[in-house]
């Protein structure tokens, strides 16, 4: 432990990493420097700076990171219409890559010897964080204490910040939270507490960024989505940025009972894991986006779209965002979304998000005098279909003959 000089420290400000602020510097007496990204978690981050320099903290770093993520995590995930086992928009996954890519930079412009993190030892997260530090930073060094020390109790946690006069709010500390919540632009996630069985009902008063469906207003929102090259840049005709496109949403879908999830998902580690989301904007975004493809995509490159996503999306899960597979998809992904541009028209109304409408005038391939059902002028000549059918059903027509 000798060599670890300065640590950069993932800081939140709360009881898990203020109790990690100063074991690290007991257990590894080390100085430590602390960083702390708002991301859109809805909660002020500032308090984070008085917390470190109480427990006098030299270098802090409190920084708003919110239109990076957005622009460069988000969407560009979103453009691959990204998805986990079916269901989970993995918001916590997407933010990791950044907070890893950060703690190593940081790591870098303090002369630190090494990162850590609050991750603990069951869970995802801390594959995502050094993986991703590892691949940026090869011969980093990373402490995990979850997987170190003995604290592995709310009732130890709590006598050791009272034995260091860490600076916590005992008032609210003293009282266990139910749920284990994560959040940022993408959603809010909770895990723990009733959750834990897989037949228990989430309580109500649980989710913060939505009313429940049949308690959002009787009469719909309609809005209108710009897209330029796969991103939405605009709604109702107002041009916005990613963060503002993701925050908006957030409100407008939350207001309407858009977002909930509860699932059981399998984590990397190997464990099933039930866990509840609110993922409002992502909600919308993946519906309005799939909506304008179908309308300028090709066929092939749709559905090819479609084979390789889950393999995209087990790469964010797992925490190999910074890998080269995950970026030569992206690539391909991001070449296919040269011609996703035009509007979506959709109604939100009482937990659903209907498409109304999709418009793309110069990248549209719907020709409607081909598809049309009436008179198409000799658009398409239907006779050609037989010839298209026999040579698809030749297989199938040996294959009977045998058969007999």
């Known amino acids: 432990m000798s060599d670890i000089k300065k640590v950069v420290l993932a800081y939140s400000g709360g009881l898990d990493t203020s109790i990690i602020l100063k074991w690290l510097e007991q257990s590894y007496g080390c100085e430590v420097v602390t960083f702390t990204a708002d991301i859109g978690q809805g909660e002020e981050v500032e308090p984070a700076r008085a917390k470190a320099e109480a427990m006098g903290v030299k270098e802090i ?14 969407f560009p995930m979103f453009r691959a219409n990204t998805i986990y086992e079916g269901e989970y928009l993995l918001g916590t996954s997407i933010a990791r890559p950044l907070i890893a890519k950060r703690l190593v930079e940081i790591a870098n412009e303090t002369g630190a010897d090494a990162i850590s993190h609050g991750a603990t030892g069951k869970g995802n997260d801390q594959v995502r964080f050094e993986l991703g530090a590892y691949a940026l930073k090869p011969d980093v060094k990373v402490i995990a204490p979850w997987r170190e020390w003995d604290l592995n109790s709310r009732e130890k946690l709590m006598s050791y910040a009272k034995e260091h006069d860490i600076p916590v709010d005992f008032a609210k500390a003293g ?14 996630s909770y895990e723990g507490g009733i959750l834990e069985d897989p037949w228990a009902e989430p309580e109500d008063d649980m989710w913060r960024w939505s009313v429940a469906p049949e308690a959002a207003p009787d009469t719909p929102t309609v809005l209108e989505l710009r897209y330029e090259r796969g991103d939405i840049v605009a ?10 496109v993701m925050s908006t949403l957030n409100e407008v879908a939350g207001a309407n009972g858009i977002g909930r999830d509860d699932l059981v998902e399998n984590r990397y580690v190997g464990m099933k894991s039930r866990g509840c989301y609110e993922t409002p904007a992502g909600t919308v975004m993946l519906k ?113 003959k045998r058969r007999r």
């Open 175 to 188: 009282k266990k939270s139910p749920y284990s919540m994560d959040a940022n632009l993408l959603h809010i």
């Open 235 to 244: 709604i109702d005709g107002e041009t916005m940025s990613p963060a503002r």
């Open 61 to 74: 770093y409190i920084e708003d990171l919110r239109e990076e993520y957005a622009r460069d995590y988000v």
């Open 288 to 400: 309005a986006h799939r909506a304008l493809e179908s309308l300028t995509l090709d066929r092939e490159v749709a559905h090819l779209k479609d084979e390789l996503m889950p393999k995209y999306a087990s790469l964010i899960y797992n925490g190999y965002w910074w890998s080269p597979e995950r970026e030569m998809l992206q690539t391909m992904i991001d070449a296919s979304q040269e011609h996703v541009n035009g509007l979506v028209r959709l109604k939100l109304y009482k937990g659903n998000v209907i498409v109304t409408g999709r418009q793309s005038d110069s990248d549209s391939l719907f020709d409607e005098k081909i598809a049309t059902f009436e008179e198409d002028a000799g658009a398409y000549d239907q006779k050609d279909a037989e010839g298209f059918i026999k040579l698809n059903a030749l297989r199938l027509r040996i294959a009977a």
